[in-house]
Every structure is written in C-alpha cells, then in structure tokens.
C-alpha cells in the first residue's frame, strides 16, 4: 500500500489503532476524520498527510512523525492535520529538519516550516514534543511546534505509560504499574 485516499476511513468510530507500512507515501484529506477512538498512530518517514487527515480524532494521545514528513494544505498555509484532538499527549517527530507545509496561494505552489493551524484545538500546550537532539532549537522556535508545553531532546525524552486498572466498589485499591520503553532513573510516582 502506498496511499491512503481522501475520506477513506472517515467517521470510522470503531477504529482504535493503525499499523501503516513503510510504503505509505500519503494520507488523503480527511483520511481519517472523526475516528474518535483512535489514540496512537505512527507514520512512516516521506509521508505527506493532507488537509484535515487526522483532525477531529479525539482520542488521539500519541503521534510518531517519522523522518521527512511532509504537510499539505489547501490554501493559504492551512494544514489543520490534527485540528480538534484535543487529547494529544506525546508527539515524537524523528526529522531533524522542521516538516515542511506545502500549500497553493494564487494559484502558485508555496513551502514553508511554519504552520499556525496543524495543532488548532488541539491544547498542545498541555502536550509533550520529543525532537531529535540536534534539532531542539529549530522546533523550540518555530510554529506550531514551539506551542507545545514541554519540548524535550531524544536523549531526555522516557516516555512511560501508567497500566489501567478497574475495581469494584469496596474491593482494594490495586498495585499501580507502568511500562517505558526506556531505562529509566528513577521510578515515576503513580497515583
């Protein structure tokens, strides 16, 4: 597979993960708008995602940029990729370069790093953003990427994720645990 056509999972609200092949080169508009369940996607390195492709999804916690990621608008430096997901957590983008925004303004084919629409709605501002180390300042200063409430290198970045648990009215409360990818320092407190 090596695109993904505009609207093709559109209001998809059973779907909650995605595993795209490292073939992908492109997600259509609106791909996957509304698919309120889906919470983590990654997206292989080249791919361009086009207006709206994720926007709406509400459950949307984690986000896996690959290397050379590529945005396209519509008009004006609107890519609203992610637009409306308002419970994105981590985003990690692997490029050491800023992703580029490509859009049509008078007709004429622009490119640019910064983009003030690819997160609207999305309170990045309570997220997290992990960047390749060499690339720190670049995202740290640029839009939209510089919106994010902590912005972390790679080589300080553990991402640890808090197990879920239920329990019935009036049993014990159970052992709280995590999982992390990485080695950590240090054992995170779980409330």
Not at 14 to 22: E, G, K, M, R, Y
Not at 41 to 60: K, R, V
Not at 166 to 188: K, V
Request: with cysteine; net charge negative; hydrophobic share 35%.
């Amino acid at each position: 597979m090596t695109s993904i056509d505009r609207y093709a999972f559109w209001l998809c609200k059973a779907l909650t993960n995605i595993d795209f092949p490292n073939s992908l080169t492109s997600i259509g508009e609106k791909a996957f708008n509304y698919c309120t369940n889906l919470s983590s996607i990654t997206i292989p390195d080249g791919a361009a995602i086009f207006n709206e492709a994720f926007s709406s999804c509400s459950n949307l916690k984690s986000i896996n940029l690959g290397s050379g990621i590529i945005f396209n608008g519509i008009s004006g430096n609107n890519s609203n990729a992610f637009t409306d997901c308002e419970s994105i957590e981590v985003v990690t983008c692997r490029s050491a370069f800023l992703p580029e925004f490509h859009y049509y303004q008078y007709g004429w084919p622009q490119t640019t790093t910064t983009n003030d629409n690819l997160f609207s709605n999305s309170e990045v501002q309570y997220a997290t953003l992990i960047v390749p180390d060499e690339a720190y300042d670049a995202y740290s200063t640029t839009a939209p990427w510089s919106e994010f409430g902590t912005i972390l290198k790679m080589s300080e970045a553990s991402v640890v994720t808090a197990n879920s648990y239920t329990r019935e009215y009036g049993d014990p409360n159970p052992t709280f645990e995590y999982t992390s990818a990485q080695t950590l320092n240090g054992a995170p407190a779980i409330s």
